[in-house]
């Protein structure tokens, strides 16, 4: 077959035999140039060609055969072009009815065939070829229904596509579709597979190495046996028990910050506290000692006391017998008791300042109690100074006396007189000082015993 421009080839045809005759004669036309009258005037619709049947009276003979019309040039021409595009249509049309019903009509020897395909036998294939997509797409559709929620993530989703979209997409989706959709959801499946090991032994490491809250949450995760679960740690769980994790170190740290500023702490009040009970029992023992001075001093001061009572007495006695008695012994006395005093004196003052030293300690260590026995010692101190001015006092008064013995038959007696009461009386004042303050002394004591 000679190639060819085929215009109409797979198209529907809805096209009346009154216009495809026109398009004939057209042709015809343009091709003979107009050379043929009779042609110019042909009518649009041509005749009917096959013979009519005459019936006859009875027993009269058949007539003679009746010749086929003459067939011009006009119709020859739209003959050819009608039987080219029928060609057409069993060559390239896409539907299988169309090319089947054209090729039947080009076969056949119907002089009418290919006039009546093009008339009405096109459209009619085209029907078939309709209904039976429309019955294939049925079918199709109903087979895809029964697919829903039977594959994958994407499978489904193809599945829910096709059925919203063409015949065309039904078709495809059971012809290829489907199994190309089923690959993609194993090859999702195979990569979640090894999404979920990989997630697996992150969290297996985190179990191991994380903080407390961690190691819980990732162990609890892991007893689950659940990809979704352990997933969903990692997305959320582990943050959530890492910053807890994190509180509680903040805490622990803060905890053991001020653990450690308390023993801190305990260790110097024990190093003040050791340091302070030391201070205190130095201060006691200074108190002591200042106590002891006390009493030798106290003793030394009614020692010169007693002695210059016994010179008054040897006084009066000499006044009585005309006679002057040796003083020798009694000044002597007087004078070792006045050194004795005056010695624990200077103990007491030692004491004193040693106890002094030892409640700054204290005050410096902030743990004051027994403080005060400072403050007694101080006491004590002033109370032996004190006695040493009263054992003084009374060396002074039996000096006075041996003067006033010595002047009983001198001229100057009333003075020595009036000497030795000037004594007497410094020594009551001073005896009577001395025992104030020994009296605050104790009251101090007694303040700080209490």
């Given at each position: 077959?000679?190639?060819r421009?085929r215009?109409?080839?797979?198209?529907?045809?809805g096209?009346?035999?009154?216009?495809?005759?026109?398009?004939?004669?057209?042709?015809?036309?343009?091709?003979?140039?107009?050379?043929?009258q009779?042609a110019?005037?042909?009518?649009a619709?041509?005749?009917?060609?096959?013979?009519?049947?005459?019936?006859?009276?009875?027993?009269?003979?058949?007539?003679?055969?009746?010749?086929?019309?003459?067939?011009?040039?006009?119709d020859?021409?739209?003959?050819?072009?009608?039987?080219q595009?029928?060609?057409?249509?069993?060559e390239?049309?896409?539907?299988?009815?169309?090319?089947?019903?054209?090729?039947?009509?080009?076969?056949?020897?119907?002089?009418?065939?290919?006039?009546?395909f093009?008339?009405?036998?096109?459209?009619?294939?085209?029907?078939?070829a309709?209904?039976?997509?429309n019955?294939?797409?049925?079918?199709?559709?109903?087979?895809?229904?029964?697919?829903?929620?039977?594959?994958?993530?994407?499978?489904?989703?193809?599945?829910?596509?096709?059925?919203a979209?063409t015949a065309?997409?039904?078709?495809?989706?059971?012809?290829?579709?489907?199994e190309?959709?089923?690959?993609?959801?194993?090859?999702?499946?195979?990569?979640?597979?090894?999404?979920?090991?990989?997630?697996?032994k992150?969290?297996?490491?985190?179990?191991?190495?994380?903080?407390p809250?961690?190691k819980?949450?990732?162990?609890?995760?892991?007893?689950?046996?659940?990809?979704?679960v352990?997933?969903?740690?990692?997305?959320?769980?582990y943050?959530?028990a890492?910053?807890k994790?994190?509180?509680?170190q903040?805490?622990?740290?803060?905890?053991q910050?001020?653990?450690?500023?308390?023993?801190?702490?305990?260790?110097?009040?024990?190093?003040k506290?050791?340091?302070?009970?030391?201070?205190?029992?130095?201060l006691?023992?200074?108190?002591?000692?200042?106590?002891?001075?006390?009493?030798?001093?106290?003793?030394?001061?009614?020692?010169?006391?007693?002695q210059?009572?016994?010179a008054?007495?040897?006084?009066?006695?000499?006044?009585?017998?005309?006679?002057?008695?040796?003083y020798s012994?009694v000044?002597?006395?007087?004078?070792?008791?006045?050194?004795?005093?005056?010695?624990?004196a200077?103990?007491?003052?030692?004491?004193?300042?040693?106890?002094?030293?030892?409640?700054e300690?204290?005050?410096?260590?902030?743990?004051?109690?027994?403080?005060r026995?400072?403050?007694?010692a101080q006491?004590?101190?002033?109370?032996?100074?004190?006695?040493?001015?009263?054992?003084?006092?009374?060396?002074?008064?039996?000096?006075?006396?041996?003067?006033?013995?010595?002047?009983?038959?001198?001229?100057?007696?009333?003075?020595?007189?009036?000497?030795?009461a000037l004594?007497?009386?410094?020594?009551?004042?001073?005896?009577?000082?001395?025992?104030?303050r020994?009296?605050a002394?104790?009251?101090?004591?007694?303040d700080?015993?209490?």
């Amino acid at each position: 077959m000679k190639a060819r421009f085929r215009p109409w080839a797979g198209r529907a045809r809805g096209h009346t035999p009154r216009v495809r005759g026109a398009v004939s004669v057209a042709v015809a036309l343009a091709l003979l140039g107009g050379t043929t009258q009779g042609a110019a005037a042909a009518p649009a619709e041509r005749r009917d060609s096959a013979p009519t049947a005459v019936t006859l009276p009875a027993g009269q003979l058949d007539p003679a055969p009746v010749p086929p019309p003459a067939v011009s040039e006009l119709d020859r021409l739209s003959a050819d072009r009608d039987r080219q595009l029928v060609e057409d249509f069993a060559e390239f049309d896409e539907e299988e009815e169309v090319r089947e019903a054209a090729r039947e009509a080009l076969e056949s020897t119907d002089p009418n065939a290919i006039r009546d395909f093009l008339e009405h036998g096109e459209a009619e294939a085209r029907q078939r070829a309709m209904d039976r997509k429309n019955a294939v797409d049925t079918a199709n559709r109903a087979e895809i229904e029964a697919m829903r929620g039977t594959g994958g993530p994407f499978f489904n989703q193809e599945v829910e596509r096709v059925l919203a979209g063409t015949a065309k997409d039904r078709a495809d989706f059971l012809a290829f579709g489907a199994e190309i959709a089923r690959q993609r959801d194993e090859a999702e499946e195979q990569n979640e597979k090894q999404r979920a090991e990989e997630n697996r032994k992150r969290v297996e490491m985190l179990a191991s190495v994380g903080g407390p809250e961690v190691k819980k949450a990732a162990q609890a995760a892991l007893a689950t046996g659940d990809d979704k679960v352990i997933s969903e740690f990692l997305e959320k769980g582990y943050q959530i028990a890492a910053e807890k994790d994190s509180a509680d170190q903040e805490a622990h740290e803060r905890a053991q910050k001020e653990a450690l500023e308390a023993a801190a702490k305990l260790r110097e009040l024990a190093e003040k506290t050791a340091r302070a009970g030391e201070a205190r029992a130095k201060l006691i023992t200074a108190h002591g000692s200042a106590v002891q001075a006390l009493k030798k001093s106290s003793n030394a001061m009614s020692a010169a006391a007693a002695q210059s009572r016994q010179a008054d007495r040897m006084l009066a006695a000499d006044r009585a017998g005309k006679q002057l008695s040796d003083y020798s012994a009694v000044r002597a006395e007087v004078t070792r008791q006045v050194a004795l005093a005056d010695e624990a004196a200077k103990a007491a003052e030692v004491a004193a300042g040693q106890a002094e030293v030892q409640a700054e300690v204290l005050v410096e260590t902030g743990l004051t109690h027994g403080v005060r026995w400072a403050e007694v010692a101080q006491g004590i101190s002033a109370a032996a100074d004190a006695a040493v001015k009263a054992a003084t006092t009374a060396q002074h008064a039996v000096d006075a006396t041996a003067a006033d013995a010595a002047a009983l038959d001198a001229q100057n007696s009333a003075e020595a007189h009036a000497e030795q009461a000037l004594k007497w009386r410094e020594n009551a004042e001073e005896h009577a000082e001395a025992a104030a303050r020994t009296a605050a002394a104790a009251q101090q004591q007694a303040d700080v015993a209490a």
